[in-house]
């Protein structure tokens, strides 16, 4: 099944409402790297940035305990 101009424009539209975007800048090569990297744990690139993220707050909570 095709997936038509209306409906890209209707998920881009939802994407904007519901989502906030962040630009993460690395050097060239880098992001291939890390994209192979998630992928060999089973992971989007986008995921495993976002649990290492959350990983980090939490050790940071931690030691401000």
Same mark, same amino acid.
């Given at each position: 099944?095709?997936?038509?101009?209306?409906?890209?424009? =209707? /998920?881009?539209?939802?994407?904007?409402?519901?989502?906030?975007?962040? #630009?993460? @800048?690395?050097?060239?090569?880098? !992001?291939?790297?890390?994209?192979?990297? =998630? /992928?060999?744990?089973?992971?989007?690139?986008?995921?495993?940035?976002? #649990?290492? @993220?959350?990983?980090?707050?939490? !050790?940071?909570?931690?030691?401000?305990?």
């Amino acid at each position: 099944m095709k997936y038509s101009d209306a409906q890209k424009e =209707a /998920t881009a539209r939802y994407n904007k409402k519901a989502y906030d975007r962040i #630009d993460l @800048v690395v050097k060239k090569g880098q !992001r291939q790297f890390l994209k192979d990297f =998630a /992928t060999s744990q089973g992971k989007s690139l986008n995921r495993f940035i976002l #649990d290492a @993220v959350e990983i980090e707050i939490e !050790r940071i909570r931690q030691e401000n305990k």
